[in-house]
């Protein structure tokens, strides 16, 4: 089992930065995909930023230029640094942990967060 636990959300202006954390524990012993989704209020679950196991890494067209997803694996910790932030990146941010077919397919992760919320006011 691996658990996975956000931190870094909160409230910006937009054209602000942040930067969220997910840091994994239990079985890290194992190399996994892991990837940034998000969800605002009354919308489906979608997929912003993914990295695989050999280091690749894909973003949503949303967030291109924008976000950069990074992970260290000496402290087996993902992050994902988000500049120029628009009120429409408000959502709660879930990191997952998996072998998925496709990085964007949802069901492909077997271990999710509990997620954190970031705000972005106008």
């Known amino acids: 089992q691996v658990q996975l636990m956000e931190s870094g959300g909160g409230s910006v202006q937009a054209g602000g930065s942040l930067r969220v954390s997910c840091a994994a524990s239990?079985?890290?012993?194992?190399?996994?995909?892991m990837a940034w989704f998000r969800q605002a209020p009354g919308k489906e679950r979608e997929g912003v930023a993914a990295?695989?196991?050999?280091?690749?890494?894909n973003y949503a067209d949303s967030v291109k230029g924008r976000f950069t997803i990074s992970k260290d694996n000496a402290k087996n910790t993902l992050y994902l640094e988000m500049n120029s932030l628009k009120p429409e990146d408000t959502a709660v941010y879930y990191c997952?942990?998996?072998?998925?077919?496709?990085?964007?397919?949802?069901?492909?992760?077997?271990?999710w967060g509990q997620g954190t919320q970031v705000t972005v006011s106008s």
């Open positions: 239990g079985y890290t012993g194992i190399r996994y995909s």
């Open positions: 990295i695989d196991t050999g280091g690749n890494t």
């Open positions: 997952a942990a998996g072998w998925p077919r496709s990085p964007w397919l949802r069901l492909g992760y077997d271990y």
